[in-house]
DNA sequence: AAAAATAAACGTTAATTAGACGTTTATTAT
DNA sequence: ATAATAAACGTCTAATTAACGTTTATTTTT
């Protein structure tokens, strides 16, 4: 019988960056910690992965037991092994990057974790390497989304393209103008038109929009250009 | 003192996707195995991450154990973690690729593992999930390459911009006008032509050039694009 | 020694796209 | 009524792209 007697085993946890908006501010989900190793700090929420779970599915239940909510958009960022990440023992992350409407987010599902959204630039710091975590996620997400229309996952069923606009500005913190914006986005066909209208944030008001899924999937891999110059951007 | 007392171990290892161009063809580098599990079949070139290593430092000494080579273009790919991946015990593979230069490597660096150059489309198949990550890896490389000169990394110091452009062909499974690939390459700026030709391949004879090394580091996060309407051409 | 063959390298053009910026419109507040 | 304002639509120029044509350096053939 075969087998690797002769190796060290590790632990093997799932670590969630949790990104969110409101229709107004980017977010992003963190907990502070009820538990040991440092308790009572802020970290991304995280968990061991179980013995019949493969990665994502850890991921997914990691998240749907801080959300309550399933069907995310969910990606691997990339595994973190550095020997010297988590202080007690070696443990091996694989960081998932998650995007969320926050609208669809009730707040505490446990009171084993206490969870809070902060603006994306005005986050405590965090425990172990989270923090290089949430930088790389969010280079990863202004790549991704200077070329696909991830974003969306983060708008509810209906938005304003003034709201879609903000959300861009603030994910590459820029200014867009907003003339060649709408411009560009109806050229993707992406969006439906609604009758409705939402007036709070202007006197006129602007149309709500909703995305047309079927066209949503059948387009995501092609390249948008909604940012001008993305790579002056990315990285910042 | 804290422990994690409750969760289970398990095997971590990195598994290399080795990719390697001739100046012809574009290749991909497999083992067969001399040893168990799964003895005489062919997989990637893998092993378990140490315990004072990280993962890219594991990824880093493998590739030298098989290729005598270093500082090679090496990136994560993806952490692969199905429970059933790996039939004798429950393994997480962090997956990496790399690109090599095949004039570089020296055959038969160690008889542990019986080494091979396979054409890209005419390899054996794989154990485990090391299929997929091949695929996946392709596919990575195919994405990178459309918007930025990974491909470089595949090539000698000095080349031909027809063997580049063959590259450019195998990669993407596609032809290439010729007329338009020499003037996007020469816009980018990033070669040096040399005074000597290459006469092997035409009575006239192509020049060749060098990387500007200093440009292409600066340049590396800009977008290129020398392959017109990439987005079909990725997933194939 | 001239002619043919051929890949390499350079050039042209038309269509499309991108980005800068101007104007009109619907609505509410004054 | 008028002013104010964000939303939405429009225009123009420059830049980029891709399709396609032409010349050139060299070797092979005659």
New interface residues.
Partial sequence: M???SE??????AVDCIIFGFDGEQLKILLIKRGF??AKDQWSLMGG??G?????YGAAERILYQLTGLKDLYLE?L??????ERDP?????S?AYFALIDINKYKTQISDRYHAEWFLINDAPSLIFDHDIMVEEAKKRIRYKAALHPILFELLPKKFTIPQLQNLYEQVYNTKIDNRNFIRKVNSTDLLIKLSEKDKSSSKRGAFYYTLDKNKYKAKF???LNFIPN??HL??M
Same sequence: chains 1, 2.
Avoid at 78 to 83: D, I, T
Avoid at 88 to 92: A, D, P, Y
Wanted: hydrophobic fraction near 35%; glycine fraction near 2%.
């Fill in positions: 075969i087998t690797y190796q060290t085993r590790v632990l093997v040991q190793p061991f992965v013995a019949d779970e493969n990665l691997q990339k595994a973190y092994g550095s020997p007690i023992e070696r443990t091996i694989v891999q092609s390249f993305p790579e990315i990285s």
